[in-house]
Structures are given as structure tokens and as C-alpha cells.
């Protein structure tokens, strides 16, 4: 029986300097939530960190269609390690961090160019997680066929 482990762990984010990396809390995102992905009978688990706003708008709390699309993401783990992927509508890009830590080879996460405070969120949560990924403006109908020749991509609750 497979588990994954999401939304117990939200605590107030007292102050940048009480995580282990320097962030950049913007005084809205007040919760930074820990979501583990663990098989059971395994010692194999995967902790994603998120910077979260409950009262914020769209992109600023994570949707219940990106903890779905986790969940996904961590029973197919073994399809994600080596690929290049894009997160469309990352919000708080918690399936793409995910993808990240599974091993994919390159991720960007994508958010409006006109919703500067997700996309600063994006960047704070890479930062905290320690991966590599590139946060980039899209927006729709913006497409470079680099990004369209993506073997992976993804999308949770989009509107």
C-alpha cells in the first residue's frame, strides 16, 4: 500500500532566518509545508517544502488537483528520472520540485509573467529545496517549440 503524506505538516513561517537556506518570506506567505511521499514497507521517501498563503490568491496556496498530480508523479517516479519537464500554472510548484527531486534532469516551472509574487514564490521554494529548476514567465499562447518538444509536462488545477 503506497502513501503519501500532504497538509499536516503547514506551520507559520516565523522568519526567513528560521530556514536552512536564505528565503525570501514575503510577510502573505505565511505557511511553509512539508509534504512527504513514502511507499510503505519502504525506506525510499521524498520531502517537498512549499511557501503557502491560504487567504492569498490562485497561485499563492496549492491546489487540491497538484496534490493529486503529486501523488501521481511519486507512483511514477521511474518514468520522470532523466526527463526534461515543464510545469504549466506551477503556483506553488510543488509536482515539478517533486519531479526534481525524483531525479528529472531538467525542470522549469511556469507561472503568468504578470503574477511577479508566484513567480518570486516559485524561486523561494527551488531555493529551499535545493534542486535545480528554472522558473520562467509563460503565458498562454507563448509557446517556444523548445518548451512544446518537452518529453514530460505537466498541469494540476489550471485556470
Given at each position: ?45 521524498v520531502s517537498v517544502k512549499t511557501l503557502e498563503d491560504i487567504g ?104
Amino acid at each position: 500500500m503506497a502513501s503519501a503524506e500532504d497538509d499536516d505538516d503547514c506551520v507559520a513561517a516565523q522568519s526567513p532566518a528560521s530556514e536552512p537556506t536564505s528565503i525570501d518570506v514575503n510577510a502573505t506567505l505565511s505557511q511553509v509545508c512539508e509534504h512527504i511521499y513514502f511507499d510503505e514497507g519502504s525506506s525510499e521517501s521524498v520531502s517537498v517544502k512549499t511557501l503557502e498563503d491560504i487567504g492569498g490568491r490562485y497561485g499563492l496556496y496549492t491546489w487540491p488537483g497538484a496534490h493529486v498530480l503529486a501523488w501521481y508523479i511519486w507512483h511514477h517516479r521511474l518514468e520522470i528520472r532523466g526527463k526534461n519537464v515543464v510545469e504549466i500554472g506551477a503556483g506553488t510548484a510543488l509536482p515539478g520540485i517533486l519531479a526534481a527531486k525524483l531525479g528529472a534532469d531538467m525542470v522549469y516551472l511556469t507561472d503568468r509573467s504578470d503574477a511577479d509574487r508566484v513567480l518570486s514564490n516559485c524561486e523561494n521554494a527551488v531555493r529551499m529545496n535545493d534542486i535545480a529548476a528554472e522558473v520562467i514567465p509563460l503565458d498562454w499562447g507563448v509557446f517556444t517549440p523548445a518548451m512544446l518538444s518537452l518529453p514530460v509536462r505537466i498541469v494540476g488545477d489550471l485556470i
